[in-house]
């Protein structure tokens, strides 16, 4: 209801080191912006990543995509909002939409599909093996189905 | 034939400062790889990217896509197979495929998608603006067509 | 006296992409963040780099240097102070430390040098050619006489 | 005499995703450079640093500098000539030099200086520790020293 919409989007201030010879921003770093939003949201609802792999659990990504609609230069200001579009306990989907932070206007949009795995590499179940954890991320699941 | 069999896969050696805390490969970097690998085989063709620039012609990503199959390590080497999947002298859709170089084993998958813009930011076609690289980006189809 | 002690240190959170699997931030990140630090706080001094280059001026890094005390991992956050230890209107000579903000412990040292180029790639004088910024940072070094 | 001058360079082709809006190589990627020719130079004394870890040794970095001299270009590539000038068995002094491929002409030159730690973070002597390994960067600081 009310709580679910404090979700604040991530906030990324583009760096000189980011940019490219096209003289923008390049495009390899917006997946690793994602991953900052990621952790960001995921902080949102008390989920630790650093204490996640403290627990012996490794959250690899299985897939990512982007599609660039238009361009960010050095010194612009993005907004990143993440939704979860899918949770299982064993897999999570995440949409990313970026936009600038003066205009509005939409940069990028992305995907990322994540597992869970123990140390050994095996693939765990949250639901099973992590049940707190688990429950914050239905909870961000059931955000974004509200909000969306 | 004959001569369309010479395209070399690129050879990329995984360097230190591309892991990550999970002991693998950050997965940002394979975004990289790609375009290490895409423009290696444009160079295999006679397409120079830095010739392509200093013509005012740039060629921005528009879309980019990875699946993670199985982990690169540090001082793992991967062969990247490159495949011009679309080509029609305004946009260039790209597959990417990296294997092991020694077990041959599937790491990723990818694709990318590429147009071409003058320097005020327009769309041009090739095959209007620079029809020497528009034949050979469609020699590099055809070879594809050809080979896989 | 009081408004120059108002230079705010700047604060970086460490990302999951900048540690490598020695478990710790890579050592090269350190010399990105430098630039961080080094623009927010020209920002704070009313110089925006995006500008000095939209006037057709770009200021290379002659060198840097970078001592590593003791290391930064994953979601630690740092602050970072930087002083202008000399500027002549031609050369900028800046140091930079890094300590923890919560423990405060010292994590680097560092130092960077600047010079100024036309588009030519000719050395200037930002006293002669553009008065505005140097004066500004003339206040950034009396600044840091000041306070350190 | 003769063995030692078998020490080859090691060579970097300028990635576009290296470079930043100015056109040029970004600064910090030559540290980064550094550390890719180090293990280059270390694994033609039969020195895997890939195995040091597995031995449960780390290297970290305790300093580097490095010093621009001119520009490297999308699409350059570079010669690195990595030397040992300090070895004592605990601790590792290296010099680089950076020139262009073609022309020889200096862009280039660098330091770093390297500890050895055990899993629990405490500084080791390789002498102790080690003895082959420590053997081979003896080896490699002779070879140096015959050589410049």
Redesign the interface.
């Known amino acids: 209801m009310s709580g679910e919409s404090h979700i604040k989007p991530y906030i990324h201030h583009a ?3 980011e ?6 921003v ?4 917006y ?2 912006w994602m ?2 939003a990621r ?1 960001d949201v995921m902080s949102q609802f008390g989920i ?3 204490d996640i ?1 403290e627990q012996g659990v ?1 959250s ?9 609609k238009s ?1 960010v230069h ?2 612009d200001t993005v907004q990143i909002q993440v939704k979860v579009v899918k949770y299982n306990g064993v897999r999570l989907d995440l949409e990313y939409e970026m936009t600038d932070s003066f205009t509005g206007e939409l940069r990028t949009k992305g995907t990322s599909t994540h597992c869970f795995l123990d140390k050994e590499g095996r693939v765990i179940s949250l639901k099973r093996d992590c049940p707190e954890i688990d429950e914050r991320f239905r909870l961000m699941l059931g955000s974004a189905k509200i909000n969306h």
Do not use: A
Request: charged content about 25%; overall charge negative.
């Open positions: 760096k000189y080191y940019t490219d010879q096209m003289g923008i390049h495009h390899s770093n997946i690793r991953e900052e952790m630790s990543y650093r792999e490794i690899p990504v299985v897939s990512v995509s982007c599609q660039y361009m050095f010194d």
